[in-house]
């Protein structure tokens, strides 16, 4: 009886959560995948994705043997344009990051062991948007930053708001702000430094406010908020002195910062790793907000884990935290809304996936790349699986100048209203097929389709996706 009594609970539970649903982008590479081959005799040692606007993405791929940046457009297909048919050839293997400057592309190398104790070639080069040195940055596209450290994330950029530039190495105590061309701002702080060492940077507010963690605290649990033109605003939160950093009352030491990010209005999310206790190992997702822990998210400002479940990373839009997760083999993707309480995915509190390492969320897309062995067995290919998050943009009938309205529940035949900057539509069952696909939008018939529900997308002149769940009757 009491077992049939935990299962009735656990049904109620799961059943009581809100649900999210998603679908693969079907017009997203090939039915929603995209996968590129690097050189086979070449290992992928780390990856990274950067998602820009209009929805083109980049893939910061570093090897055994050179660096790459892989530029994808909107549809899932290579940018031509970018590079070498899409491929930027680094030709280093340095540590290797990037960001966006406007529609320039910032590369930052970090440092390359050339003997025990001499580390060098560490460096920040400007690219045009098609993978072109820009030579009006620094000298001649490169601005030199040496750096002695082993620490491979010794080196970091900041882009601000006005597009100047915040510069970090272990070198010096203090960051360094550069105009937005690469040269010292030496009308900034003291000729040119800030006089501020809480200095690996994270993002920048709307607020102007600068969040950064410290690398040298212990497992980055140090953060501050800055700015940059008001000293007296400067803060500092010590997460090891938190609830969040703790079990049962007892200090957690055997932590790491898996990955940090911001949102623009305040929020700062991080995902932490704990080990080698006597405990199973498990993981938390810790959320800030006002500069301390969020004490509306779960109550306490954290969730955690499932025993000997790990959090990769995670990514946040329209109130809601998607998060990958490995347990064994096997990686899922979960969902928190913003007060932390646990959401389904399609009917799934774990909602599988074939692989996993990074998850980026913007608008209504979700992007997840891996990695995966290619043809020569190695870890030489990489993976992008674009899904679209369910939203109700369909316009209703008081606002049918801006976006197309349809008729909702469908009997026979599937009615549009508004469609002049339509450019076409699918329609998807909830297995994530195409049953239905036109560039028309009068007539189209629906009376073949079983009854249920199904998800609408209409794909906007602008290369915006709409999506709506419809009901067939």
């Not at 045009?128 to 940055?137: M, P, R, W």
């Not at 957690?252 to 929020?267: E, P, R």
């Not at 928190?336 to 913007?362: F, H």
Request: proline letters at 3%.
């Amino acid at each position: 009886m009491k077992k049939i009594s935990l299962l009735l609970m656990a049904l109620w539970v799961f059943q009581s959560y809100a649900q999210v649903s998603i679908n693969l982008d079907q017009t997203f590479g090939n039915s929603g995948h995209f996968s590129y081959q690097i050189p086979p005799n070449q290992i992928i040692t780390q990856s990274k994705m950067i998602l820009l606007s209009g929805n083109s993405l980049l893939q910061i791929i570093q090897t055994t043997e050179t660096d790459y940046i892989l530029k994808v457009k909107p549809n899932g297909t290579l940018d031509e344009n970018f590079g070498t048919n899409g491929l930027l050839d680094l030709g280093v293997n340095n540590y290797v990051n990037a960001l966006m400057q406007g529609k320039k592309l910032i590369v930052y190398f970090g440092p390359k062991s050339s003997g025990l104790n001499s580390y060098e070639d560490s460096k920040i080069v400007r690219y045009t948007e098609n993978g072109i040195i820009d030579t009006s940055f620094g000298n001649n596209g490169v601005l030199e930053e040496i750096t002695e450290s082993i620490n491979p994330q010794a080196l970091s950029v900041l882009v601000l708001a006005d597009q100047s530039l915040v510069v970090t190495n272990s070198t010096e105590v203090n960051p360094k702000k550069y105009t937005k061309n690469g040269v010292l701002d030496v009308s900034h702080g003291n000729n040119g430094q800030i006089n501020y060492n809480y200095h690996y940077p994270i993002g920048q507010f709307q607020n102007g406010k600068i969040a950064t963690c410290n690398i040298n605290s212990l497992a980055s649990s140090i953060f501050s908020f800055y700015h940059l033109n008001f000293p007296g605003a400067n803060s500092v939160l010590d997460l090891n002195a938190k609830v969040c950093h703790q079990y049962n009352g007892v200090p957690l030491q055997n932590k790491s910062n898996i990955s940090t990010k911001i949102t623009k209005d305040g929020m700062v999310y991080s995902l932490f790793e704990y080990k080698n206790y006597s405990l199973p190992d498990f993981s938390r997702l810790i959320v800030l907000k006002s500069e301390d822990l969020d004490s509306n998210f779960n109550m306490q400002g954290f969730v955690t884990s499932d025993d000997n479940e790990q959090f990769l990373d995670a990514g946040y839009a329209n109130n809601v935290f998607f998060i990958l997760n490995q347990k064994s083999t096997q990686i899922a993707m979960n969902a928190y809304s913003s007060a932390g309480s646990p959401l389904i995915i399609n009917n799934n509190r774990d909602y599988k996936l074939t692989g996993g390492k990074q998850i980026e969320v913007a608008g209504d897309f979700i992007y997840i790349s891996s990695i995966s062995a290619g043809s020569a067995q190695n870890l030489s290919q990489i993976n992008i699986e674009k899904f679209i998050m369910l939203n109700e943009k369909l316009a209703v009938s008081n606002d049918l100048y801006e976006k197309p309205s349809v008729e909702n529940p469908v009997k026979d035949i599937l009615n549009f209203a508004n469609t002049i900057n339509a450019e076409s539509f699918q329609i998807y069952s909830v297995e994530g097929k195409i049953v239905l696909t036109s560039k028309s939008f009068v007539g189209n018939n629906m009376s073949q389709l079983p009854k249920g529900n199904y998800l609408l997308t209409i794909r906007m002149k602008n290369g915006e996706n709409l999506s709506k769940k419809i009901i067939k009757k």
